[in-house]
């Protein structure tokens, strides 16, 4: 199974395995072994078959009457998720959000270790947050042909995005995770991410006025 190619899977599937691989890692912290789809379903939420149709998409994992490998399967999933390999990170913006991402040493722990954050306000440049420096813009181009740089994070304002991304069209970046709100034109080749909080504040928002609405 290892050397297998997963790039015909829908990206639906794709968007479930990092809830699948949260919660085998917590099933392993308990020190569960196995597990059933039923098992897995009602601590997920989603349907015993929806999990079975999910994982066959991979090969299956599973064996009848044994269910799922917890560990196997976690393992599996993380290199799925390209879990088994270390990323350079850079952040774009140091501001609230670009320092919390920083301070968030959680992704450190998946493998996306934060090499240095980026910005042009000079109360910022030189401060350190944990052990990661904050750099001028202006040595951009000098850390990223120093280093190998997986992922750059844009956290800097909206009106300044796409200038940010033209910069790092032009180097060896691999993937942007995008949070200003705003489309980014990117370089053949280059993976972008959006992430949208709004997005997520609001579809709250619809669902609670939903439900009262419902109830009269
Ligand atoms: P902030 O104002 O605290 O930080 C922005 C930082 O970017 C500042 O330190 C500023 O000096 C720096 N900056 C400005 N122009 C720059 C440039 N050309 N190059 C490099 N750095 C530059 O703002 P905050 O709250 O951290 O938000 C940052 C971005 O993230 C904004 O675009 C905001 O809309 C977005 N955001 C998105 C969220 C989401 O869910 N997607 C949630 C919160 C913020």
Redesign the pocket.
Known sequence: MSNKSFSNISIAVIRRLPKYHRYLKELLDKEVSRISSRELSKLIGFTASQIRQDLNCFGGFGQQGYGYNVDELYNEIGRILGLNKNYNVII?????????IANYTNFERLGFEVLAL????PK?IGVKIRDIPVLD?DELDEFTSEHNIDIAI????????Q??TDKLNRKNVKGIW?????DLNVAEGIIVE???????LLTLSYLLNEKELLSG
Do not use: H, R, Y
Not at 194 to 200: A, G, R
């Open positions: 774009i913006g140091a501001g609230n959000l670009g320092q919390a980026f910005d042009i306000n910022l813009m844009i956290c800097a304002p909206k009106d300044f995005a200038e940010v995008n949070f200003a709100p705003t959006n992430v949208n909080l709004s997005e997520s």
